[in-house]
C-alpha cells in the first residue's frame, strides 16, 4: 500500500481547510490536504456569499463582529480578486424593531465597525429597486464573496509554499496509535474515490476541518463531538436586482439578506436542524419564504425569475446542548485540542466559524499546531496576498469586457456566464475533475439562465476531443515542484487564459479520471442530472419554459438518454440522483 | 377580417394555415414571435419510442401508433385514424416539395430512419430533409464525420466514437475553421448563410474529397447554405463522389429555418398574412346560452392600444409551456393564458417532476394541455365545444409529452392539418 | 442598468431562454462581426453590467442599429433592442457623447438651422468637398444620404400660408408632423393633409417638437427626456380632448408611443394618455376604414410598386396598415418586401464606421427592388431615412404611401411631389 509522511495532515477542503494548509506551508511545514470530493464540496461552496462586514453581529456578538471586521479588512487584500466590494445597507422596513436601529448603530461603533447613514434618497438612487417605504439606511463595508476562487486561490498558495493538495481523497480510517492511556492519531487511512487506491497518510498532526462532516471524523478516534447541522437553503434569482448587498436591519432571521453574488443575486437563508448534512431537502415554504422576504426589501422580488436552490449546512458546534433554533447556538469559532479534552494526541478539530473569518480560524490552529510540534513560527497569512489577488477586486463587468477586448465571442461555450473554451481547457487541465460539476466551481460553467442547456453538450464534446487528442497527460509524479502548471487561482479570468496549456502535463497529484470516470455520456448525463437537482424547487414561469427547451435540446435533438454506456456512474452519480422535487406544501414550525 | 385566424406560428400553425388557405379560406397567422421551428432538429418525428419499451426505438411508427392509441385513447393521434394521419403526413411530403425544401422517409417506407445525433447517438426519424437522409443508420457505408476546428456546437469525435460503440462504422476529422467562414463570431445560421455564396465554400469540396475514403459517406454539421442548400448538396456530392448528410446542432436549427422560411414564403405567396411581433393576450367571448360560447375578437399587445383581431374562426396553435400558450407559477396553477381553458396540467408542483431529468416516464407537467373533441374543438368532458368557433392544434394538446416520446413533429402536422380541416369543412 | 423603476425593462431579460433566435435574425450581425448579435448584447450582456464599474465592459453594443428585428422575432419578448439601448445610454453617460452623434441627435435644430437659409445650406452641405470634410472631421460618411433643406418653405410655413383653405370641421385630428417633414419634406405633410381633409378631418398643428428618437438611438436620455415631457405638455389637451394624434412617420409615432417612455421610464398617466391618443396615419386610415368611414373613391395607379414595412413601422406591432389600404388602390400591383431592414436605422448609417455595414444589410432590400423587375419607378416606404436609403441603393425615387393614397384621391401630383393646383 501506498504510504505518504507529511508533518500536518489536513482533512477537509473547504475554506478551512485549505487555510490551514496554507498557513502552515507558510509558516514551513509539511502539509497534505485530503478532500473527498471537489474543494469547496461542503458548506463553503453553498453559502450566501457575503463578507460580512460584521453589522449582523454587532448587536448579539460584538466578539464575532469585531472578528468579522477586522478579517474583512484582511481579506480585501490577501483575497483581492475573491472579493467584490458591492458594499452594504441595512435597511429599515416599517415592520422592523423601534429601537434596534439605534442600537445597531451603536454596536457597529463600538466594535469598530465603519458604519454610516445615508438618506433614503440616495439608497435609492443606488438601488432603484429597493422599498421605497424604508425609514432608514445604515451602510457598512459588506461585500460579496467568491469561495470557488478563494478556496482556489488558497489552495494554489499552499502549493506553492510546498503543499500537497489530494482532492477525491476520502478518509476512510483514522490511523490510532499509542496505548489506552496515550492515545494518537497518527494519520489517516484514505480512499482514492477515482482510481479506487487506497493509501496511508502519516502524519505528526492531524487537522479536522471536515465542516459539516467533523462529528463523523472525530468519531472514527472514538471522539463525541457534537456538531448541530443547521441547513440554511438559498434561492438565487435570475439577475443581479440589487448591486449592492442589502440586508433588514432588525435582529437576524430567515430571508433577511440579499447577496449580489457575480450576475445573480441570493436570499437567504433558512435555519432548520437536520440530522445529516447530506443529502440535503429545500421545502417549498422555504422558497415561498425565501421570496417573500425579498419581496420586502425589494417589491416585485417574488415576480422576478428564480434560477435555482440550493442548501448549505451551518456545523454548529455546541459544548453543551441546549434546545432552541440554529441561528442562536454561537457561530464562534472552535478550537478543540483533543489531547485536552479526550487525552488523544495528535489530533485538533477546527469548526463553527463563518467563511469571513476563515483564515483567523486557519491562524489559531496552526498556532496550536506549532505548540503541539513545539516550534514557534508566526503567522504570515494576514500580509501575505495569495495568486491572483494582484487583479484586484472581482467587478461585475471584467468577463464581459476581457471577451470585448481580445473578441472572444466565439470561444464561448458557456454563454451565458462567459466561459471560454480555453477556461475550460485549462481548468480541466490545471484541476483534477472528475464532473463538469468540477469545471462549474472552477470557471461557473452552466450556472446561468439556461442551467447548462447549452455548454454542456459543448464542455463534454471539449474534453473529449482533450481526451482523444492526448493532451491531456497524467503526471503521477507526487513532487510539488511543477507548481507552475496549476495556476488555479486566475481560472475564471478569460483574459488569463487566452492560450491554453497544450502543452504542459496536466500537474496534480492525482489522475483527473480513469478511462471509466471520465466518459462523455456520463459526464453529460451527470451534468444534466446535476443541474435539474437544484431547479427542480424552483421550477415554474420561465423557468419552467427554459428547462422544455433543455429537454428539447437533450432528448429531442441529442437523444442523450440513448447514448451507449447507459451502466456507468462515477462517484458522485448517486448524489445528484438525490430527489429534491418539491413536496406538498408543509407549514414549518417555527 | 379574415375567414380564420390561427395563433402561434409553430409547425401546426403553419401546417393548419396551408390546409385552410387550400380550402379556399381568407387565414391569417399571428405569432408572438417565431416559431419552435427555429429549435429542432428539422425532422418529423412521428414516434420515436414508448413508455412500455422506453430503450428500443420504434421501428414502424404508423404501427406502432395503432397500438399507442389503443392504450392511450386520449392521445391526440387517437383524433386521427391511421388513415388520416398518414394522408396528413403525405399532405407535408407533397408540400415539402412544392416549397424547395424536400423531405423523404426510410428505404423501406414506413420504417423510422435511425439518424445520428450531434452527440452520437441514434435518433429515430420518421420523415427527413434530403440533406439529412443519407445519414440514415440503416445504411451500410462507413462514415465519415467532419467538423471544422474552432465550432463549439458540433463535435465529429465524440459522435464518431458513440455511434462505433453502437456498432457503426465511423471515423472523425477536422477541417480548418476557413473553410466554413471567415468570420471571428457565428452562429450555425450565420454560417449557413455564408455558405451560400459560391467564394466561401470553394475550397471546401476539394478538401473533402482528400479526406474521404471509397465507400464512405460525409456527415457534415448543418451548415450548408440556406438559399444555396440544395446546390451545395449536390456540387459537394459531384466533388467528392460520397454521399453527403447533415448532422442537425444546437438551436438555432438551421434545417429549421430552411422549413420555416420555405413555408413562410410559399404561404404568403397563397395570401396567408403571416406577421411575427403579434402576442395575442386576451380574447373576447360570449355566451349568452352557456355553452358553446363564441369567440368574437382576440386583442394582440401593440405599441400603444391593443388591436383588436377579428376572424370568424380562430384556432389556437401556442404550443404549451415552450411555446409561452401556458404559463404556471409558484403555487402550482398552470393556465392557459388567451382563453383560460381547462387544462390537464397537474395543478400543484409536488405532481409536476420525475426525480431524474431523463427519466423515460416524462414529467406530468409537460403532458397536460388542452383537451379537444373529435373535430378538434376544446370541448368539456362531454365533448361539448367550449367555443363554436374556436379550435386547438399541436403541441398545446392535452395527453402526450411530444418531446419525451419523440412526436412533435408529427403531432404538429396531423393536428394541424385536421383541425384546419374540421373547421373549413 | 439605466433604471429608475421596477417597469424597466431590465427584468425583461428574465424572459430569454437562450434560444439565438434573434441572433439569426439580426440584420447587422449577418453583415458584421464587430456586433456579436443581440442575445449577446441585449438580455446576455445586461446580466453584468452596472452603474459605476471601473470600465465599461462593452462597446460593441454600438453597432447595435436599433431596427427591432430581434424583439419581433423573439418567441419570449424579450425587450432586446431595449436593453441595447439602455446599456448605449449608459456608456454615453459614463463616457460622454461625441459631437458627432450629439449633432446627428439634434434633427430639429439642424433643421430650423438650414431652414433660415436653405439653398445655401443645401450647396454648403451637399457638395464633395463639404462631405469630405465632414467624413474626416465628424465622422459622418460622405456617401450616406442627407437629406436637402426644403427650399419651398417649410411644412410650417405652408399650413400658416393656406389656413383661409383649409377645412374646417366638428371632426378634427392632430397632424404630428415630426422633423424630415417639417424642414426637409413638406410635401409629406401636405398629402397627408389632403388626405385628412378629403375624408373630412379638420387639420391641427399645435405647437409640437421633435419626438427625440435621435437622442435616443445616440444615447442622450436626458435630452430625450427633455423633449418627450415637452410633447406630453403641448399635446395632452387634445389627447385629453379624444383628439387622435396622427404622424405620418413611423419612427415619429413609435417614439411618442412606446419608445420614449419606456426607455426614459416615463409613465404617468400623462405620459400615457399621450400614448394611447398616438396613431401611425395608415393605422389611424385603417381604423376609419373598418368603421366604413374611409372614402374609396380611387383612380387607377397603375404601377409595380414595391413596398418596404420599415422595421420601425413593424414595431409599432399593428400589422401591415399602409399595405392593406394600398391594396385597395386599383391597379397598383404591390409587392412586399421581406427584407428585415433597410440599414440605414435612423443616424446609424450615417456614421462613416457603420455606413458600409448599413449598406450590407440594405443589399437584401436593394436586391429585392431590383427583382421586381424592369417596370418598376419606384418605391414605397413609410419613413423618411428609409426611403432616403432607398433611393440611395436603387437610383429609384422613393415615396411615403400617403403620397400614393392623396394620388389616388387625384389631388398629389407623384412625380412633382406637390398638391394638384386647386387642391
Given at each position: ?208 476541518a471536515a465542516g459539516a462532516w467533523t462529528g463523523k471524523l472525530a468519531a472514527m478516534a472514538g471522539i463525541e463531538i457534537t456538531i448541530m447541522p443547521s441547513k440554511g437553503t438559498m434561492v438565487a434569482m435570475n ?352 | ?425 | ?112 438651422v438650414g431652414s433660415i437659409a436653405p439653398a445655401l445650406a443645401n450647396f454648403g452641405l451637399h457638395n464633395s468637398f463639404s462631405r469630405l470634410m465632414a467624413e474626416k472631421v465628424m465622422g459622418i460618411a460622405r ?16 399650413f400658416k400660408k393656406t389656413q383661409a383653405v383649409r377645412l374646417k370641421s366638428d371632426k378634427k385630428v392632430v397632424y404630428y408632423h415630426g422633423c424630415a417633414t417639417m424642414y426637409y419634406e413638406p410635401f409629406i ?235
Open positions: 500500500m501506498h504510504k505518504l509522511e507529511t508533518e500536518v495532515l489536513v482533512i477537509g477542503g473547504g475554506a478551512t481547510g485549505t487555510g490551514v494548509a496554507w498557513d502552515a506551508a507558510l509558516r514551513g511545514f509539511k502539509v497534505i490536504l485530503v478532500e473527498r470530493r471537489d474543494l469547496t464540496h461542503g458548506t463553503s461552496g453553498r453559502y450566501h456569499g457575503l463578507l460580512h462586514s460584521g453589522g449582523r453581529y454587532a448587536v448579539k456578538d460584538p466578539h464575532g463582529a469585531a472578528e468579522c471586521i477586522a478579517e474583512n479588512q484582511i481579506l480585501r487584500v490577501t483575497h483581492a480578486h475573491c472579493i467584490e466590494d458591492t458594499s452594504g445597507f441595512f435597511v429599515v422596513l416599517p415592520e422592523d424593531e423601534g429601537e434596534y436601529p439605534d442600537k445597531f448603530k451603536a454596536g457597529c461603533d463600538a466594535v469598530g465597525i465603519p458604519c454610516t447613514e445615508i438618506s433614503v434618497a440616495e439608497a435609492l438612487r443606488r438601488e432603484p429597486l429597493l422599498n421605497p417605504r424604508i425609514s432608514r439606511v445604515f451602510e457598512v463595508p459588506d461585500g460579496s464573496s467568491d469561495s470557488f476562487l478563494a478556496a482556489h486561490a488558497t489552495a494554489q498558495a499552499a502549493r506553492n509554499a510546498g503543499a500537497q493538495i489530494l482532492t477525491y481523497h476520502e478518509v476512510t480510517n483514522l490511523l490510532l496509535a499509542g496505548s489506552e492511556s496515550d492515545r494518537r492519531v497518527a494519520g489517516a487511512m484514505v480512499h482514492n474515490v477515482v482510481t479506487g487506491e487506497d493509501m496511508e497518510i502519516h502524519a505528526d498532526i492531524t487537522i479536522n439577475h443581479r436586482l440589487v448591486n449592492t448587498v442589502v440586508n433588514r436591519c432588525k435582529v437576524p432571521s430567515d430571508g433577511d439578506i440579499i447577496v449580489p453574488s457575480h450576475t445573480v443575486c441570493v436570499i437567504g437563508t433558512t435555519s432548520i436542524n437536520v440530522p445529516d448534512p447530506e443529502p440535503l431537502r429545500i421545502e417549498p415554504w422555504e422558497v415561498q419564504k425565501m421570496l417573500e422576504e425579498g419581496d420586502k426589501m425589494v417589491p416585485g422580488f417574488a415576480q422576478a425569475r428564480v434560477l435555482r436552490a440550493w442548501a448549505g449546512v451551518r456545523p454548529l458546534f455546541q459544548d453543551t446542548y441546549t434546545s432552541g433554533k440554529g441561528r442562536d447556538v454561537t457561530r464562534k469559532l472552535a478550537l478543540l485540542d483533543h489531547k485536552e479534552r479526550e487525552g488523544v494526541s495528535g489530533f485538533l478539530t477546527i469548526t463553527g466559524g463563518k467563511w469571513t473569518t476563515f483564515r483567523l480560524m486557519a491562524e489559531a490552529t496552526v498556532d496550536d499546531i506549532c505548540r503541539h510540534l513545539g516550534t514557534e513560527r508566526p503567522c504570515t497569512t494576514a500580509t501575505t496576498p495569495v495568486p491572483g489577488a494582484e487583479q484586484g477586486h472581482y467587478w461585475l463587468g471584467h468577463r464581459l469586457h476581457d471577451i470585448e477586448e481580445n473578441r472572444l465571442q466565439s470561444e464561448l461555450v458557456c454563454e451565458c456566464e462567459l466561459v471560454t473554451r480555453t477556461m475550460v481547457e485549462n481548468a480541466a487541465r490545471r484541476n483534477p475533475l472528475l464532473t463538469l460539476d468540477d469545471l462549474r466551481r472552477d470557471v461557473r460553467l452552466g450556472k446561468g439562465p439556461c442551467q447548462g442547456g447549452f455548454c454542456t453538450y459543448r464542455a463534454a464534446g471539449i474534453l473529449h476531443e482533450m481526451k482523444k487528442a492526448g493532451s491531456w497527460e497524467v503526471d503521477m509524479s507526487d513532487e510539488a515542484g511543477s507548481t507552475a502548471k496549476w495556476e488555479v487561482a486566475y481560472l475564471q479570468s478569460p483574459a488569463h487564459n487566452l492560450t491554453s496549456d497544450a502543452d504542459g502535463h496536466q500537474s496534480s497529484e492525482q489522475p483527473a479520471n480513469t478511462a471509466d470516470a471520465f466518459n462523455p455520456n456520463l459526464l453529460l448525463r451527470d451534468f444534466l442530472q446535476e443541474r435539474w437537482k437544484g431547479v427542480t424547487p424552483i421550477l415554474w414561469g420561465r423557468q419552467l419554459k427554459q428547462e422544455r427547451l433543455d429537454e428539447l435540446i437533450y432528448m429531442s435533438l441529442m437523444n442523450v438518454d440513448h447514448l451507449p454506456d447507459k451502466g456507468l456512474a462515477s462517484p458522485v452519480t448517486d448524489f445528484y440522483h438525490f430527489d429534491t422535487r418539491p413536496t406538498v406544501e408543509e407549514v414549518a414550525d417555527v | 377580417m379574415s375567414d380564420l385566424l390561427i395563433i402561434g406560428a409553430g409547425l401546426s400553425g403553419l401546417m393548419a394555415a396551408y390546409t385552410a388557405v387550400k380550402a379556399g379560406m381568407r387565414v391569417n397567422v399571428a405569432a408572438k414571435g417565431l416559431g419552435s421551428l427555429h429549435w429542432c432538429a428539422g425532422t418529423i418525428d412521428v414516434l420515436g419510442y414508448t413508455a412500455e419499451q422506453p430503450n428500443v426505438p420504434v421501428k414502424r411508427p404508423l404501427e406502432q401508433i395503432s397500438a399507442l392509441v389503443e392504450t392511450h385513447p386520449q392521445h391526440p393521434y387517437a383524433l386521427l385514424t391511421n388513415e388520416h394521419l398518414a394522408q396528413t403526413l403525405a399532405t407535408f411530403v407533397a408540400l415539402s416539395k412544392d416549397i424547395g425544401v424536400p423531405y423523404g422517409g426510410a428505404n423501406n417506407p414506413g420504417d423510422n430512419l435511425l439518424l445520428p445525433s450531434p452527440a452520437g447517438a441514434a435518433r429515430p426519424a420518421y420523415l427527413a430533409p434530403k440533406g439529412q437522409l443519407a445519414g440514415d443508420l440503416s445504411r451500410t457505408e462507413p462514415m465519415l464525420i467532419v467538423g471544422f476546428e474552432g465550432l463549439r456546437d458540433f463535435y465529429p469525435e465524440l459522435i464518431a466514437e458513440n455511434l462505433t460503440k453502437q456498432g457503426y462504422s465511423a471515423r472523425a476529422a477536422f477541417l480548418p475553421k476557413k473553410l466554413a467562414t471567415n468570420r471571428r463570431d457565428f452562429t450555425n445560421v450565420q454560417l449557413a448563410q455564408g455558405m451560400d455564396s459560391k467564394e466561401q465554400r470553394a475550397l471546401l469540396g476539394p478538401a473533402l474529397k482528400k479526406l474521404v475514403r471509397p465507400g464512405e459517406r460525409i456527415g457534415l454539421p448543418a451548415i450548408l447554405g440556406i438559399k444555396a442548400h440544395a446546390t451545395i448538396l449536390a456540387e459537394l456530392e459531384r466533388e467528392t463522389g460520397a454521399p453527403i448528410f447533415e448532422i442537425p446542432t444546437l438551436p438555432p436549427s438551421v434545417p429549421g429555418v430552411r422549413l420555416y422560411t420555405a413555408l413562410r414564403s410559399y404561404l404568403q405567396g397563397l395570401g396567408v398574412h403571416l406577421t411575427a411581433g403579434m402576442e395575442v393576450l386576451t380574447a373576447k367571448t360570449v355566451a349568452p346560452n352557456g355553452v358553446p360560447g363564441t369567440v368574437q375578437w382576440v386583442e394582440s399587445a401593440t405599441s400603444a392600444r391593443p388591436l383588436k383581431l377579428l376572424a370568424d374562426k380562430y384556432l389556437l396553435a401556442t404550443g404549451g409551456i415552450l411555446g409561452g400558450g401556458f404559463n404556471s407559477e409558484m403555487n402550482g396553477r398552470v393556465w392557459e393564458t388567451i382563453f383560460d381553458l381547462p387544462l390537464t396540467v397537474p395543478q400543484e408542483r409536488a405532481d409536476w417532476f420525475q426525480a431524474s431529468f431523463l427519466s423515460p416516464q416524462g414529467h406530468p407537467v409537460f403532458s397536460g394541455g388542452v383537451s379537444v373533441n373529435k373535430a378538434f374543438q376544446p370541448a368539456a368532458e362531454n365533448g361539448q365545444p367550449l367555443y363554436a368557433n374556436l379550435w386547438a392544434a399541436g403541441k398545446l394538446l392535452a395527453h402526450s409529452d411530444a418531446i419525451q416520446e419523440r412526436s412533435t413533429e408529427g403531432i404538429a402536422i396531423a393536428t394541424g392539418v385536421a383541425a384546419a380541416q374540421a373547421l373549413s369543412s | 442598468m439605466y433604471t429608475k423603476s421596477w417597469h424597466s425593462v431590465g427584468p425583461t431579460l428574465d424572459e430569454c431562454i437562450k434560444c439565438n433566435i434573434c441572433t439569426s435574425y439580426c440584420p447587422v450581425s449577418a453583415v458584421t462581426d464587430l456586433f456579436p448579435g443581440p442575445k449577446y448584447e441585449g438580455p446576455q450582456a445586461q446580466r453584468f453590467r452596472e452603474i459605476g464599474q471601473p470600465l465599461s465592459p462593452d462597446h460593441s453594443v454600438d453597432y447595435c442599429s436599433g431596427c427591432r428585428v430581434c424583439n419581433e422575432v423573439c418567441p419570449t419578448g424579450v425587450k432586446i433592442a431595449e436593453i441595447n439601448a439602455r446599456a448605449r445610454a449608459q456608456i454615453m453617460a459614463e463616457e460622454g457623447i461625441p459631437l458627432r452623434n450629439r449633432l446627428l441627435g439634434r434633427n430639429e435644430t439642424l433643421g430650423k456617401e450616406a444620404p442627407l437629406p436637402h433643406w426644403s427650399t419651398e418653405g417649410t411644412f410650417g410655413d405652408w405633410g401636405k398629402a397627408a393633409v389632403a388626405v385628412f381633409e378629403h375624408n373630412g378631418y379638420e387639420v391641427l398643428v399645435p405647437p409640437q417638437n421633435c419626438c427625440g428618437l435621435p437622442l435616443l438611438s445616440n444615447g442622450e436620455f436626458d435630452a430625450a427626456a427633455g423633449y418627450h415631457q415637452n410633447n406630453i405638455n403641448k399635446l395632452l389637451v387634445y389627447a385629453q380632448a379624444g383628439l387622435a394624434i396622427v404622424g405620418t412617420s413611423t419612427s415619429c409615432t413609435l417614439t411618442l408611443k412606446e419608445e420614449a417612455p419606456e426607455l426614459l421610464d416615463m409613465h404617468s398617466e400623462h405620459a400615457n394618455t399621450l400614448t394611447m391618443a398616438t396613431w401611425d396615419i395608415f393605422e389611424w386610415l385603417r381604423e376609419r376604414h373598418n368603421q366604413g368611414e374611409l372614402k374609396t373613391d380611387f383612380r387607377e395607379i397603375n404601377m409595380v410598386l414595391p413596398y418596404h414595412a420599415p422595421c420601425q413601422y413593424r414595431a409599432h406591432r399593428v400589422g401591415k396598415p399602409a399595405q392593406d389600404i394600398l391594396a385597395l388602390i386599383p391597379g397598383i400591383d404591390l409587392r412586399e418586401s421581406q427584407a428585415r431592414c433597410c440599414g440605414i436605422a435612423g443616424t446609424y448609417g450615417y456614421k462613416k464606421e457603420k455606413y458600409q455595414i448599413a449598406m450590407d444589410v440594405g443589399a437584401e432590400l436593394f436586391d429585392f427592388v431590383a427583382d421586381q423587375g424592369e417596370d418598376v419607378e419606384m418605391t414605397a416606404c413609410d419613413s423618411e431615412t428609409c426611403r432616403w436609403q432607398l433611393e440611395h441603393g436603387t437610383n429609384l425615387p422613393s415615396r411615403h404611401p400617403i403620397e400614393f393614397l392623396a394620388a389616388a384621391y387625384g389631388l398629389y401630383d407623384l412625380e412633382k411631389r406637390d398638391l394638384v393646383q386647386g387642391a
